[in-house]
């Protein structure tokens, strides 16, 4: 059951450097999330994907664009890096906008900018 | 808004003994709520959910939370400790009168637990 797959896992980056962290989930899912955590501060929404065809922003969305490729793929691009990115990202994905739906996530993308 | 505060950004007890997470949300109706729990360089794990149905939910791994509107709060409880129970635990809440980004989850900033035996 490999549920949310993100990759990489790991990255190091140079500060200016452009990359783009994959999510993919194979429950049929139509939501999908991104999500930065930092010490002490939570989980703080990037994007979200409510249904294949929409995104929108979240709480923090300065420095980042998403694509949602299909059904099950949701990728985040940071197309110039800052060390203030530096975090772990986690991808999220929900069977449906419906609030009382759980959302499942990803193992994590562990991201430093140098 | 909604949001929810998780008191104590650090909680110690001793295995075998009670755990106790506390978590008050703010909220004009009564949201759904969720606990999830993450173990290190993991992602987050779904311990239970409240979704208006009964006020005493049950989760996996001997967890249980209560809904209790008069004090908008959802504390989770664990009866006795174990030491495979050290992690990060986060309280989440979404409004149900939306669908759309209101029904988004809204994270608290989490409790680490740690189990000393």
């Known amino acids: 059951n490999a549920g949310v797959t993100q990759t990489p896992k790991f990255q190091v980056l140079k500060t200016g450097q452009s990359m783009t962290l994959q999510c993919a989930q194979d429950?049929?899912?139509?939501?999908m999330y991104w999500y930065r955590q930092d010490p002490g501060m939570g989980l703080r929404l990037i994007y979200y994907?409510?249904?294949?065809?929409?995104?929108d922003k979240g709480e923090v969305p300065n420095g980042y664009n998403v694509s949602r490729l299909n059904k099950r793929e949701f990728s985040l691009r940071l197309e110039s890096a800052a060390p203030s990115q530096t975090s772990v990202y986690f991808c999220?994905?929900?069977?449906?906008?419906?609030?009382?739906?759980?959302?499942?996530f990803g193992d994590g993308t562990r991201l430093s900018i140098l | 808004a909604q949001s929810v505060t998780q008191l104590g950004s650090h909680v110690s007890v001793s295995e075998g003994a009670l755990v106790l997470l506390r978590c008050n949300y703010s909220?004009?109706?009564?949201?759904?709520l969720f606990w999830y729990v993450q173990y290190p360089n993991q992602g987050l794990q779904l311990l239970l959910k409240?979704?208006?149905?009964?006020?005493l939910v049950k989760g996996i791994n001997g967890f249980e939370a209560e809904f209790k509107k008069s004090e908008t709060s959802f504390h989770l409880t664990k009866p006795s400790a174990h030491m495979s129970d050290a992690a990060e635990y986060f309280c989440?809440?979404?409004?149900?009168?939306?669908?759309?980004?209101?029904?988004?989850?809204?994270f608290g900033k989490g409790t680490k637990l740690s189990v000393k035996p």
């Open positions: 429950m049929n899912h139509n939501s």
């Open positions: 989440a809440v979404s409004d149900p009168a939306y669908g759309g980004s209101q029904g988004n989850l809204i």
């Open positions: 909220s004009s109706v009564p949201p759904y």
């Open positions: 994907s409510a249904s294949e065809g929409t995104t």
């Open positions: 409240y979704t208006s149905a009964a006020t």
């Open positions: 999220a994905s929900r069977k449906d906008r419906a609030s009382n739906q759980p959302q499942h």
